[in-house]
Structure formats: structure tokens, C-alpha cells
């Protein structure tokens, strides 16, 4: 299925650094979210956002939905090494399935 | 914080062997996927159900099965289990609200089939 461009792939920062990422894609969305997985466990939502020009903040982390409809960016700051894991992007288009980015991998380096 | 719950969560089990993957959720969400996760890789749509009877093969081709019964129950069935089966697999729902659709999802079951 198609999926979206996620960037950068990896990311090793230093503690207390900020962070951001972003996804897009050809296609117009109408729902952007945001998701981290830790190994071995399953993905835990962030941030959901559902209009675009939407920001939407969770404790550290802002996420916001692109004006174009086309992509959407996740910030994190002050990065503790607790927030190490791959964090990935997912998208709908009105009535069909969700569509998911390839992922960043986040290494915080206390 | 998603109600959606998969057993087992770690399997081990020997070639030709059939397994059972269950997923359940109680949030009442008509939509539930089943998506294939290989380590650090992208995630694959292997089988999905708007509702009840309703069962559908996703993007990546899969020797799996899955059936529908009830709203809060898609389980997934592997007839005869091989060692390219070996792979995370992750039960999802969605919401169906009004402009509002978000996917959740289960903690995963891994399956090493040796």
C-alpha cells in the first residue's frame, strides 16, 4: 500500500536537545496521527489531529497538521532519554484505510 | 488509553502447527485490522473488517485468515505455521466518529515459528 515519506529515518541526539519530524505525502488527508513504538510492543497514539493548521500539544511534544493537507510535523523538546523509540506518522483519506510512514528511529544520548 | 488486547503476546511454536491469534477490543469500533511487522520495518495491512461477516485481504498477501463473528472479537488463523510466518502481529480498531477516525492498537503477538 502507499506510504508516507517519513523524515529523517534516524535521529541520535543529545539529552535536553529538541526534536522534529516530519511526514508527507502527494495525497490530501483528512486525518493525520502520530505514534511511538517501543521493541516489542505495540504502537501507543501521541497526537491525533483532524483539521488542517491544527496544533495540538501532548506534555513535550506538538504536533501539527500542514496547511496543504499534504503533511504534518511532530516536535519534541527537551528530549529525556524515556522518549527513545520509533516514532511514526498515519494518515486517512475520507472513508478509507490508514496509510502509515516508514518511521524515525530516536536515540537520546544522556 | 486503547482498549484493545491481543494473546498470546510471545509464541513459540514448531512448522505445520496451527495457531490462533485473538484480539479483542471494547471500545465498540466497527473497523479491526491485522497488520504484519517485521523488526524496525513499516507496518502491512494483512486483513481487515468493517463489521460483523465482513472480512477483507489488506495489501500484503498473507496464508492467514480472520473471521468476524462478533463486534469486539477478530482473531487470526494460521492453518499451517512456516518459518517465514516468524514476525510481529498487530491487532488494530478504529473509531468511527465524525471526522474524528483514529486507529489504536493491541501490543502485538510475537510469533517465531521454528
Known amino acids: 500500500g502507499q506510504q508516507l515519506n517519513q523524515s529523517p529515518q ?11 519530524m516530519n511526514c508527507t505525502s502527494s495525497s490530501i488527508f483528512n486525518t493525520w496521527l502520530w505514534y511511538k513504538q517501543d521493541p516489542g510492543e505495540g504502537p501507543v497514539l501521541l497526537i491525533a489531529l483532524y483539521k488542517a493548521g491544527e496544533l495540538t500539544s501532548n506534555g513535550r511534544l506538538t504536533a501539527q ?3 496543504t493537507r499534504k503533511d504534518s510535523f511532530l516536535n519534541i523538546s527537551a528530549s529525556i532519554p524515556s522518549d527513545v523509540g520509533i516514532y511514526f506518522c498515519a494518515g486517512q483519506r475520507a472513508g478509507n484505510q490508514f496509510y502509515f510512514g516508514t518511521g524515525t528511529s530516536l536515540t537520546v544520548i544522556p | ?13 514448531g512448522t505445520g502447527k496451527k495457531i490462533t491469534l485473538e484480539c479483542s477490543q471494547t471500545m465498540g469500533h466497527d ?27 489488506g495489501d ?17 488463523t494460521l492453518e499451517s505455521a512456516r518459518p517465514s510466518h516468524t514476525s510481529q502481529y498487530l491487532c488494530a480498531s478504529s473509531d468511527p466518529g465524525q471526522g474524528t477516525n483514529t486507529i489504536y492498537f493491541g501490543e502485538g503477538s510475537w ?3 521454528v
Open chain 1, 10 to 20: 534516524s535521529m541520535f541526539i543529545q539529552e535536553g536537545e529538541d526534536v522534529s
Open chain 1, 65 to 67: 497538521f500542514g496547511i
Open chain 2, 111 to 113: 510469533l517465531t515459528v
Open chain 2, 1 to 13: 488509553e486503547a482498549d484493545i488486547y491481543q494473546t498470546p503476546r510471545y509464541l513459540v511454536i
Open chain 2, 60 to 76: 500484503l498477501s498473507s496464508e492467514s485468515t480472520v473471521s468476524r463473528i462478533r463486534t469486539e472479537h477478530f482473531p487470526l
Open chain 2, 31 to 57: 473497523k479491526m485490522y491485522w497488520y504484519q511487522q517485521d523488526p524496525g520495518m513499516e507496518l502491512h495491512l494483512i486483513h481487515y473488517s468493517y463489521g460483523v461477516n465482513s472480512t477483507e485481504k
